[in-house]
């Protein structure tokens, strides 16, 4: 049974069920399942909101002595679709998922964008049905234990802006951002976009976000001078 499942794996009492089955509804599965006339894309837009609000108050208390740059950088590493892809792999969320047909044949119960969002709407159907303390159980538990390992890996540091410094000072040019393609439905494209130093390119990066996008370019590029000078 549905709820069984999602209580013991969310930690938590249901109240409404309709709730939960409409965070687990991707929009490919309204025009397919019989009945089904309300996606999660709402809930996604909510539970965004209420992610970020949890995510900023902890990182806000826990680190009194960090500027608001760096809260920022640690907060985005938390809230980004990768972080949020791997607490929904975690929790096997992918397997609850009501999808088309084709959208699970093309991988969709993998597809970290999409698994990303149901984790957003997963959470603002807790809000709705519980409240934010239930909200706060779920991410203190599954989703902050992550940020030892971003700090330990210095992931949180924005690589937009790390290689924009090297760019101006070692090689006295400012980089800009080129997109190379957008695949699949406005609603769940992926970006795909170069970073350039004058006529060269030096890296590419794939995201649910052209910022996205851009932002996995500019840690492509860090990485390949970093290659580069290790040889």
Request: positive net charge; hydrophobic residues 35%.
């Amino acid at each position: 049974m549905l709820q069984k499942k999602i209580e013991k794996t969310l930690g938590i009492k249901v109240k409404n069920i309709k709730l939960f089955e409409m965070a687990l509804t991707h929009r490919s599965a309204v025009n397919e399942y019989k009945g089904v006339c309300e996606h999660n894309e709402r809930l996604e837009f909510l539970g965004d909101a209420v992610l970020e609000l949890v995510v900023t108050e902890y990182l806000y208390k826990k680190y009194p002595d960090l500027s608001e740059g760096v809260l920022t950088n640690l907060r985005s590493s938390l809230v980004k679709g990768d972080t949020l892809s791997q607490m929904a792999k975690e929790l096997s969320f992918g397997k609850m998922l009501k999808l088309s047909k084709g959208e699970e044949l093309f991988g969709g119960r993998e597809k970290s964008s999409l698994l990303a969002n149901t984790v957003e709407a997963l959470i603002g159907a807790i809000y709705l049905d519980s409240g934010l303390k239930n909200v706060k159980v779920l991410i203190e538990k599954n989703l902050i234990p992550k940020l030892k390992n971003i700090i330990k890996k210095g992931s949180y540091v924005d690589s937009k802006s790390q290689f924009q410094q090297i760019a101006q000072s070692k090689l006295k040019k400012t980089p800009y951002y080129k997109s190379i393609s957008e695949i699949g439905p406005d609603h769940d494209k992926i970006f795909e976009v170069r970073v350039f130093v004058g006529e060269k390119s030096y890296g590419q990066g794939k995201g649910s976000s052209k910022q996205e996008a851009q932002q996995n370019a500019a840690k492509n590029a860090l990485d390949n001078l970093e290659h580069k000078n290790e040889k």
